[in-house]
């Protein structure tokens, strides 16, 4: 019996030739091994199970795990007028980090990530808080995968510091977080970043 899954989000779908469905939590609030849309599905398809995949569609379409709710939440501290991560991409990577005078926040994220878009959110409140003491960009990993590959992203959002040029060792944190805890790590990794608020 063959099976293959799929993780974003928190949810877990494994479809079996047996026409059994599973499903659990991961820690992190994190994507791997590509969009959800991408789960096959193997043997045969019965009306209940047709059904079960659906839903589990519309669940992650619609925010499982709160992520929608929470999307709304840290949206309403963030103005369209508001500063914003900046988008980076292969071309301008080196100008944008490696040379950059100030410290660095870098998000990988892809469109099909869930938990990217809170993430999304945490990020453009980031460049407003931090303006002027940091740097805050965000990496499409889809057209941009010699970064990914280059920096060893496996789960996304993966975010990670650069100061002068190269990666804080031990800044590397994957899945999603809300503002206040990104303020804790940043206030951890990199001290004179500690918000003034």
């Known amino acids: ?94 100008e944008e980090v490696l040379t950059s005078d100030l410290p660095v926040l870098v998000e990988y994220w892809a469109t099909w990530c869930g ?21 805050c960009v965000k990496i499409e990993t889809d057209p941009n995968e010699g970064l990914k590959e280059k920096y060893k992203v496996y789960g996304l959002p993966t975010i990670m510091l650069f100061v002068n040029g190269k990666e804080v060792p031990g800044s590397r944190r994957e899945g999603a977080m809300n503002k206040e805890k990104l303020a804790i790590y940043l206030q951890q990794t990199l001290p004179t970043l500690a918000s003034t608020n």
């Open 115 to 135: 938990p990217c878009r809170l993430m999304g959110m945490v990020m453009d409140w980031a460049a407003q808080e931090y303006e002027g003491r940091m740097k």
């Open 1 to 94: 019996m063959s099976s293959s899954t799929a993780i974003c989000g928190g949810l877990l779908g494994a479809v079996t030739a047996g026409g059994i469905v599973t499903h659990g939590g991961t820690k992190g609030g994190n994507c791997r091994n590509g969009p959800p849309a991408l789960v096959p599905v193997v043997g045969m398809v019965n009306r209940g199970l047709d059904s079960h995949l659906q839903k589990m569609r519309w669940q992650i379409t619609t925010g499982m795990g709160g992520v929608a709710q929470q999307e709304r939440r840290q949206r309403l501290t963030v103005t369209s007028a508001a500063k914003k991560a900046l988008s980076v991409t292969e071309g301008n990577f080196d």
